[in-house]
């Protein structure tokens, strides 16, 4: 998606008020929507566009389906988890690669995912993004550490660790609410929601409008700017070398 914008506007932003508008049309007593903890003070194209798919279920405009979100965590075992990747690694032999010594996820299993969806779609009243109470975040060196010796092995020795930097769009550490959010509990233990301190934008439609015709003409750039004009917080990542540039400017 980072290197995609116009497909990631019109899978996450178009494609979900899409589905949200069908539903309220047709009376679907409830949908949840799956967001992610990158849609937290983005750095992504992929958060950016979940937070805006956010911004429609908090808009409080669909009448008769109740409409909530859940942010989800890594999760273990599924399509595009690291455990399965450096597994494949430690089977040809190694490297493990890992983008960075530093960098911390929040982990879910499969059936806390699928209940979270479930307790999301019992608890809604309509608007409301749930989060599951995760623990802390975890070091993606010391999974893959465990990993490693999981298949009897020691890191380093028989199998090496390469560091290969973040990818674009990635950051260090994922959070599960903004600076303009504040959390509360309900009556799972386990799950919280997010309360937005500010409403949803009175031109959220007009810019979304914007950002589909751009999407259509594959203007990366304009795309990119516009998303920053409805996300305020979004501060796409850029290399340390990149960064050192735009300082020394």
Known sequence: MEMNPDEAVLNNILGTRNVLEACDEFGVE??????????????????CCKRVAEMYIQSGRYRQTVVAAVRFGNVLGSRG?????????IERGGPVTVTHKEVRRYFMTIPEAV?????????ARGGEIFVLDMGEPMLIDELARKVIRLHGLEPDQDIPVVYVGLRPGEKLNEELSGEREQSERTVHPKI??????ETVPADLDQKVARLINLAVAMDDMGIRETLKELVPEYRPYLPPEVQSWVARR
């Open 30 to 47: 409830r949908l949840v929507c799956i967001s992610t903890d990158k849609a937290v003070n983005p750095t992504s194209i992929m958060g």
């Open 192 to 197: 919280s929601k997010v309360v937005a301190r």
């Open 81 to 89: 988890s690291v455990i399965p990747l450096f597994q494949r690694q």
């Open 115 to 123: 209940a979270l969806v479930i307790q999301a779609g019992t608890l």
